[in-house]
Nanobody, 119 residues
Framework: QLQLVESGGGLVQPGGSLRLSCAAS????????IAWFRQAPGKEREGVSC????????NYKDSVKGRFTISRDNAKNTVYLQMNSLKPEDTAVYYC????????????WGRGTQVTVSS
């Protein structure tokens, strides 16, 4: 059974922190590029961050640079998104996405986890 499950979302005050996790089962993440997306109600889904499957090279959306950190642990088949200095505009459902490094059509989505930043 293939499964990709996000966790760690919740309600936090502006300036606070959350750590999201994405756990994979039924397959290994060794051959996949991993990304975090988010979607607010009524808005299109947007990319937040991604990390390579080889050297751990990372990229971030400009608005989260210096605040968010993506990492992966292939031995644990898990990806993380550490979010610091959270802002109200970060409020969204966050999704984990994995895509094969050579076959782009082989990709999976998680079910999402809600992040709400409010005072």
């Amino acid at each position: 059974q293939l499964q990709l499950v996000e966790s760690g979302g919740g309600l936090v005050q502006p300036g606070g922190s959350l750590r999201l996790s994405c756990a994979a089962s039924g397959f290994t993440l060794d051959y996949y590029v991993i990304a975090w997306f988010r979607q607010a109600p009524g808005k299109e889904r947007e990319g937040v961050s991604c990390i390579s499957n080889r050297d751990g090279i990372t990229n971030y959306k400009d608005s989260v640079k210096g605040r968010f950190t993506i990492s992966r642990d292939n031995a644990k088949n898990t990806v993380y998104l550490q979010m610091n200095s959270l802002k109200p505009e970060d409020t969204a459902v966050y999704y984990c996405n994995v895509r094969h490094r050579l076959v782009a059509s082989v990709a999976y989505w998680g079910r999402g986890t809600q992040v709400t930043v409010s005072s």
